[in-house]
C-alpha cells in the first residue's frame, strides 16, 4: 500500500523546471502536521530539501532558497516541489514526507536528474 504518490521527476537541463507532486487521502493529509521534499543524491546521505506545515510555516535547506518553492493544495491532498534554475547538484531521488504525532510516512521516490 503506497500512501504517498509522488509525480514529477525526470530529465532536465541545467537551468530548467521541474515540479514534483505528492498525493495522499484526505484522511492522511487532514491530520499531517508538516508535509516535505528530502532529497538523495547518488552515493549521498538523504537530505532535508523543504517543508511545510500545516499553519503553513515554510523552511527551505540554503542550497534551494530562492529556486525551490514548496506548496499545498488542500483541497487536492497534495504538496507540490516547483524547481527552478536547476543545476546539476540537484540531480537526486526526491521524496515527499509527511509528519504525524504517531510518526512519518515516506513517498516511494521519484528520480529527478538534470544535465549539464
Known amino acids: 500500500q503506497v500512501d504517498l504518490l509522488e509525480s514529477g521527476g525526470g530529465l532536465v537541463q541545467s537551468g530548467g523546471s521541474l515540479r514534483l507532486s505528492c498525493t495522499t487521502s484526505r484522511s492522511i493529509f487532514s491530520i499531517a502536521n508538516a508535509m516535505a521534499w528530502y532529497r538523495q543524491p547518488p552515493g549521498k546521505q538523504r537530505e532535508l530539501v523543504a517543508t511545510i506545515s500545516n499553519r503553513n510555516s515554510i523552511n527551505y535547506a540554503d542550497s534551494v532558497r530562492g529556486r525551490f518553492t514548496i506548496s499545498r493544495d488542500n483541497a487536492k491532498s497534495t504538496w507540490y516541489l516547483q524547481m527552478n534554475s536547476l543545476k546539476p547538484e540537484d540531480t537526486a531521488v526526491y521524496f515527499c514526507?509527511?509528519?504525524?504525532?504517531?510518526?512519518?510516512?515516506w513517498g516511494q521516490g521519484t528520480q529527478v536528474t538534470v544535465s549539464s
Open positions: 514526507h509527511a509528519d504525524f504525532y504517531f510518526g512519518e510516512k
